[in-house]
């Protein structure tokens, strides 16, 4: 997992109408526009429930995450055996830090959480990896986490990434 560095103390809660976004600025206007207007809606509609971490009152950083499966025929090498066709995984839909924690390894912070809950969720349900679609200034970033690109085709130029739980044990 990443970072070594000193940790912020968090309270993580799931999003909700009480919670000030304020002065949120992740530095990318769609993610800032996500957490101010769209991510109860997309709760609302199940698509996905989005998590904020809160440093002393202030949100930092927030992740959005739901449910998802990836065909094993895309992945570079099979982590699974012959089945199941289509393997289970989380789906980071959105990962954010503001602008006013960045050097502090929040980033990291908000993705050890992710895999946290992920692994967690597989000891319950079936969840194998957890995906992402990065933008192409972050893949070092979850490279250095474990994260595995998933070569672009010109059907499907995306970066998307995985992450392999593992086997439960």
């Known amino acids: 997992m990443?970072?070594?560095?000193?940790?912020?103390?968090?309270?993580?809660?799931?999003?909700?109408?009480?919670?000030?976004?304020?002065?949120?600025?992740?530095?990318?206007?769609?993610?800032?526009?996500?957490?101010?207007?769209?991510?109860?809606?997309?709760?609302?509609?199940?698509l996905g429930v989005t998590y904020v971490f809160l440093h002393e009152e202030t949100l930092a950083g927030y992740v959005t995450i739901s449910m998802g499966s990836l065909n094993k025929q895309k992945l570079p090498d099979d982590p699974v055996g012959r089945k199941p066709r289509y393997i289970p995984a989380l789906f980071l839909g959105r990962l954010a830090r503001d602008n006013k924690y960045k050097g502090l390894s929040v980033g990291d912070q908000?993705?050890?959480?992710?895999?946290?809950?992920?692994?967690?969720?597989?000891?319950?349900?079936?969840?194998?990896?957890?995906?992402?679609e990065s933008e192409e200034r972050a893949r070092s970033t979850y490279e250095r986490s474990g994260f595995i690109l998933i070569p672009p085709s010109r059907r499907d130029p995306r970066n998307i990434m995985f992450f392999d739980l593992g086997e439960n044990k």
């Open 110 to 132: 908000l993705l050890d959480w992710v895999l946290t809950k992920a692994k967690k969720l597989s000891k319950q349900l079936g969840c194998r990896l957890v995906l992402l």
């Open 2 to 46: 990443p970072s070594e560095k000193k940790r912020i103390k968090f309270t993580v809660y799931k999003f909700s109408p009480s919670f000030s976004t304020g002065s949120f600025d992740c530095g990318s206007e769609p993610y800032n526009t996500f957490i101010v207007s769209e991510a109860l809606d997309y709760q609302k509609r199940n």
